[in-house]
């Protein structure tokens, strides 16, 4: 499955019974407007990287990363990170509230990450050295 995909399916999962009116690709077509993606496959470097630079979240970022427990991220400083624009018009393509999307966006992220990286680092060889590069600046 590709992580997009499974972007798509998170997504959904978290939202519970407001997610069953969803269909996958429609919420795949709405992440790849929201969050940095090459080649219509999400950037998950580039997703760290919004988090990390300048907004003073590395240690979120770290526990995400990291083995233990994925500190959680307000559905407000997620806004922030991605724009209030963009979440808003993704929740627009979706046909949920802004609020709504904010908050299953603020319990996927987190678990996506955690569920693509090991030992600090994102999984995937040249994604995962990215990614210690900009980390390994900030601390």
Do not use: Y
Request: glycine share 18%; no cysteine; charged share 15%.
């Amino acid at each position: 499955m590709s992580l997009i995909n499974m972007a798509a399916q998170l997504f959904i999962s978290k939202l519970g019974g407001t997610g069953e009116q969803l269909d996958t690709g429609s919420v795949v077509a709405a992440l790849q407007n929201l969050l940095p993606t090459e080649g219509g496959e999400l950037d998950l470097s580039a997703l760290v990287g919004q988090f990390t630079s300048g907004g003073g979240l590395a240690d979120l970022v770290s526990s995400w990363l990291g083995g233990g427990d994925n500190e959680a991220i307000s559905p407000s400083t997620l806004m922030d990170v991605l724009g209030n624009d963009q979440v808003s018009e993704f929740a627009g393509q979706l046909g949920l509230g802004e609020d709504t999307a904010a908050e299953g966006l603020a319990q996927m992220i987190p678990e996506l990450i955690d569920g693509n990286s090991e030992g600090g680092d994102l999984l995937g060889g040249a994604v995962g050295d990215m990614a210690k590069g900009v980390l390994g600046k900030l601390f």
